[in-house]
């Protein structure tokens, strides 16, 4: 399903959707692990988790509306489709910070979608759904910002913008734009270094041209 905003399109893919909601349950689920000392928080993000999968099957019920059927299976779907493959789960502790820098980009990003459809959409069933969704997302946000703000603010800063950068590039559909900036880095510092480096340090210093003496005598290098 297509809407159309000021010439820009926006594609609602129910399937992907779903799952993308359901990876992002489990993933809830998986840090509410790492805070079984204390309960009162463990069960808040149990309750955004459970959020989630409620969400994955909001979606999945307007894919099956549509009529279609995926001849794919739900742990491919939920890799591929949900974005496991690209998530930092699991992990262990040490990383609570980073992981949940990259939930509250989630939650974000899940709002600003949110909002782009509810402004383009004229279903009220889709409306109503997005309405539901939308409080239970900033509600999401709003706590991961809690625990964030009791973090070292240099550590959360540089996790969000890395967090960032991360979906920002998985957004991208194709890997020409990441081959283009390496290509321009590698010629960048190719540069750099000759400018500033004599060529004469990258010569062969030796006297020896004969290269069929220098491959039978290869063992004595070994």
Not at 61 to 68: M, Q, S, T, V
Not at 95 to 121: D, H, M, N
Request: glycine share 4%.
């Amino acid at each position: 399903m297509k809407f159309k905003k000021q010439k820009k399109e926006i594609e609602l893919d129910w399937f992907k959707l779903s799952f993308t909601e359901y990876a992002s349950g489990i993933e809830v689920f998986h840090a509410a692990l790492f805070f079984q000392n204390d309960k009162r928080s463990q069960k808040r993000i149990l309750d955004h988790a459970l959020d989630e999968y409620r969400h994955s099957q909001y979606f999945f019920n307007l894919y099956k509306e549509e009529g279609k059927i995926e001849k794919i299976s739900s742990p491919h779907a939920i890799v591929n489709y949900g974005g496991l493959s690209k998530s930092p789960f699991p992990c262990s502790r040490d990383r609570l910070t980073t992981i949940c820098s990259y939930l509250y980009i989630g939650e974000i990003r899940a709002i600003e979608f949110g909002k782009k459809v509810k402004e383009s959409c004229t279903d009220k069933n889709i409306l109503s759904i997005f309405e539901i969704i939308d409080k239970d997302e900033n509600n999401h946000a709003a706590g991961l910002k809690r625990f964030l703000d009791k973090q070292n603010r240099f550590s959360v800063f540089t996790k969000i913008k890395f967090s960032t950068l991360k979906f920002y590039f998985a957004d991208t559909k194709s890997s020409i734009l990441i081959t283009k900036l390496q290509l321009k880095a590698e010629t960048f510092f190719t540069r750099l270094i000759f400018k500033y480096f004599p060529e004469s340090i990258f010569q062969i210093k030796s006297s020896t041209n004969n290269f069929e003496s220098v491959f039978n005598n290869r063992n004595r290098m070994s």
